[in-house]
């Protein structure tokens, strides 16, 4: 199929470029990168010279003129409300991997993104992308919003817990770290070697964008404190829950039946680390009850890069197209 990537030229894009070589269906006809025009993709990415030598970044005005099954966007937020509305207009299946078209509530996007959605019309047809929670929603879907790495790691960890119904009222609290990638290819301050390096850090305190797309799909409300740490990607999720009759072994039992037909979910005993999933579209995930305090202890880990951005938005186009969920994705990360 005929596929172009809009914003290839950042890491997220850049995933998508390196996943699509390895994907049977997937024929890459345009990527755009607008600071990165008429650049070629081997010199701008160097890991990707053996797949595209000759491919170049076009300017966004010029997909129009190309002909398209998909496109795949990997815009900054705000960026995509720009370009969904006419590549839908086409009959271009768009699976949209910025935060635009996450929230269903259009209210909520001033509150969280401090601004006006300007295609508010499209929330209501967008699947969200979270495979593992919405894989029928997904079947014959248009319009795909990918889900945000951080949500992505915390719904697959508590997800099971809210579903079944043993949780104690009260908030959810999501503590996180995550490499560098996330925060993008542009540099800032914190991003610089001299500070990164042997450090760590919280940010995003109280008011994380990503806090309103965990309280949608968990339905409850979540305090979230994400922190970054010296490596280039990963994500490793520690959430806790307040529980009274669940024991560490019924926790697991519970992960071990949801997820028994889940692909790219692997429940594991022992605590998951943040290079377990690295380079690989899976989800490690476990749990603990410490009866003392009644509380539940849910772990996740994922490459944020690919089970939290390009994987997960190839794995939930497959879904879309009625193939198997695994086509070219990998199983299997990367030791050590």
């Not at 305190?205 to 339905?219: C, D, G, I, K, N």
């Not at 039946?257 to 692909?263: G, K, S």
């Amino acid at each position: 199929m005929k596929v172009g990537v809009v914003g290839a030229s950042g890491y997220v894009g850049s995933e998508i470029l390196r996943l699509a070589g390895g994907h049977p269906d997937m024929e890459i006809v345009a990527a755009t990168g607008e600071s990165n025009a008429g650049v070629s993709v081997a010199s701008h990415v160097p890991a990707l010279a053996a797949l595209y030598p000759t491919t170049r970044y076009l300017a966004g005005t010029e997909l129009d003129r190309v002909d398209l099954d998909v496109a795949f966007v990997a815009l900054p937020h705000g960026k995509s409300q720009d370009v969904v509305p006419g590549l839908l207009a086409r009959g271009v299946t768009v699976v949209d991997l910025g935060a635009d078209f996450r929230l269903r509530d259009a209210s909520d996007y001033p509150t969280w993104y401090h601004e006006e959605h300007r295609a508010a019309d499209l929330l209501a047809s967008a699947v969200y992308g979270l495979v593992e929670r919405h894989r029928d929603e997904l079947r014959g879907a248009s319009l795909i919003a990918v889900p945000g790495c951080f949500p992505t790691a915390t719904a697959l960890a508590l997800g099971p817990f809210v579903d079944a119904g043993v949780l104690e009222e009260g908030t959810l609290l999501v503590s996180a770290l995550t490499g560098a990638s996330g925060a993008g290819r542009a540099t800032s301050d914190r991003l610089h070697y001299s500070r990164l390096a042997a450090n760590a850090e919280a940010y995003g305190l109280v008011s994380h964008r990503h806090t309103a797309e965990m309280q949608q799909e968990l339905r409850r409300d979540v305090l979230f404190t994400p922190h970054l740490v010296p490596v280039s990607r990963g994500m490793l999720v520690t959430a806790f829950a307040s529980v009274s009759t669940l024991s560490s072994d019924d926790a697991l039992d519970l992960l071990r039946a949801t997820y028994r037909d889940d692909p790219f979910v692997v429940v594991v005993d022992e605590p998951p680390t943040l290079k377990d999933p690295l380079g690989s579209n899976l989800c490690f995930v476990s749990a603990r009850v410490d009866p003392r305090t009644g509380t539940l202890i849910a772990m996740s880990s994922i490459d944020n890069l690919v089970k939290g951005a390009a994987g997960q938005a190839i794995q939930a186009w497959n879904v879309s197209r009625g193939v198997d969920e695994t086509r070219g994705l990998a199983r299997a990360g990367v030791t050590p």
